[in-house]
């Protein structure tokens, strides 16, 4: 077995609830699509139920022409996202506040996404889709 020591990997997969619609924006000839995911973990400990959620900020990277992909990511959708992690800090009022970054490389919808009347699609079954394979998927 030959191991690298330059290589690095850096991969992980996040499970958990959209807390708002995305937001698309435009840098330099590229559109992030940002949302934030939510991961909640419970557990039990001495009878006592427990909770504990962590936000995840997410950012999918596309063409301007392949931003279709932002309509089904709204508030409350379940998705799996997968792809390099950041951690980052901040302070806010005199704190250090931490957050955790998510380029995302794969996407999957876990949920039902309900769009508006006008823009209603087909029923589709729950699509996984890597980055090479979004460029090309026809809605997007």
Request: proline residues 4%; neutral net charge; contains cysteine.
């Amino acid at each position: 077995m030959k191991i690298n020591h330059h290589s690095k990997m850096n991969r992980t997969q996040i499970i958990g609830h959209i807390g708002k619609d995305a937001e698309i924006r435009t840098v330099n000839n590229m559109v992030a699509i940002g949302f934030n995911v939510a991961h909640t973990e419970s557990w039990t400990q001495d009878g006592e139920k427990k909770e504990r959620t962590t936000w995840i900020q997410c950012t999918l990277w596309r063409k301007p022409d392949k931003t279709g992909i932002a309509k089904y990511l709204q508030k409350g959708v379940k998705v799996l996202v997968e792809g390099r992690v950041e951690a980052d800090a901040y302070m806010k009022d005199g704190q250090a506040v931490g957050s955790l970054k998510l380029t995302v490389q794969n996407l999957e919808l876990l949920s039902k996404v309900e769009l508006n009347q006008e823009a209603k699609p087909e029923p589709q079954p729950r699509p996984t889709y890597s980055d090479a394979e979004l460029d090309d998927l026809p809605f997007l």
